[in-house]
């Protein structure tokens, strides 16, 4: 059997802090099949973006985290690769989108001038005008009509729908195995967001991206995920196909999530009546939902 994309097992995270070890991860597990979405759906301060750092290899240099378990990519023990070569990874085989595209991309150069720089990480010693042609076809990809005039533009010249769509191209186009999006357009209006998943299911399935999809929403994920890890307090409670989940939420604050569902402008989560009972509720696993056999 061909390795995963991504295989995350047993994997832990803590900071040191002056009042003493701060755990986040408690021994998270989780696999990405080649071009599978996966959605992480959890509250605020849950772990979820700590769980794409590691995975992009961020958190692993900071002095104040200590990290154990495994976290392999296409197969490689990203713990056994020295520090550039996770910083070749980033922007070629994995790349991310984050939540708010103006803020992603840099004021001061044109779209044309980021997308260069883009290209050359994947392919070294591009010319601008090669990179060009591929950019425009990039911004064809993700339906922007005007390629040549937004190429041109400076990201304060387009819309926040607009930042969004280049960013997905930029993150496509060195054509990544795995993308990770943490909450991609919740800066956004809601049409504008679900426009942008719309299309990010669409060119990731083409191009059979695997997806890493992050989100405290799990009404936004219904639609774009294959299947579904609900994470609470650093620990995955509940994971399975996305519409059995759905149908027949087992995990107390699986069903407490889904009741913040129709609520998206606001309200938020609802508590757990008692959160000793969701803490300690034991894991969800799905039938015929184990963990793939390891690479090699
Ligand atoms: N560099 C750091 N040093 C210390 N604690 C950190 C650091 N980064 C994250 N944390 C803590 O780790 C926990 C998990 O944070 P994380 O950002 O992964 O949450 P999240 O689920 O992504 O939330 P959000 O949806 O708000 O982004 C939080 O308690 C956060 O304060």
Request: glycine share 8%.
């Amino acid at each position: 059997m061909s390795a995963p994309t991504l295989l995350i097992r047993d994997l832990k995270l803590g900071f040191r802090s002056y009042a003493g070890m701060l755990e986040v991860l408690h021994g998270i597990s989780l696999h990405i099949a080649k071009g599978e979405r996966v959605a992480l759906v959890g509250e605020s301060g849950s772990g979820k973006s700590v769980t794409a750092r590691i995975v992009l290899g961020l958190i692993q240099s900071l002095r104040s985290a200590r990290v154990s378990g495994l976290v392999e990519f296409e197969g490689r023990d990203l713990a056994k690769l020295s520090e550039r070569e996770r910083h070749a990874l980033r922007g070629t085989r994995m790349s991310m989108i984050f939540q708010d595209p103006t803020s992603s991309l840099n004021p001061v150069y044109t779209i044309a001038t980021q997308f260069h720089e883009v290209l050359l990480r994947g392919s070294p010693g591009i010319s601008q005008a090669e990179a060009r042609r591929r950019a425009v076809a990039a911004l064809d990809d993700v339906a922007i009509s005007e390629p040549e005039r937004v190429l041109d533009s400076y990201p304060f010249q387009l819309s926040g729908g607009m930042n969004q769509r280049v960013m997905i191209a930029m993150a496509l186009a060195n054509e990544p195995s795995l993308l990770i999006a943490d909450e991609p357009g919740t800066a956004l209006d809601v049409t504008v967001q679900a426009q942008t998943l719309t299309l990010m299911r669409d060119l990731t399935e083409r191009h059979h991206t695997a997806v890493l999809f992050i989100s405290h929403n799990l009404g936004v994920v219904r639609e774009f995920a294959d299947r579904l890890y609900v994470i609470y307090k650093g620990r995955i409670v509940e994971q399975g196909p996305t519409a059995a989940l759905f149908d027949d939420p087992r995990h107390p604050y699986t069903r407490a999530l889904l009741q913040a569902v129709p609520r998206i402008t606001g309200g938020g989560i609802p508590e757990i009546e008692d959160a000793s009972e969701a803490y300690f509720a034991p894991l969800v696993v799905r039938e015929g939902f184990g963990e793939p056999g390891r690479a090699g």
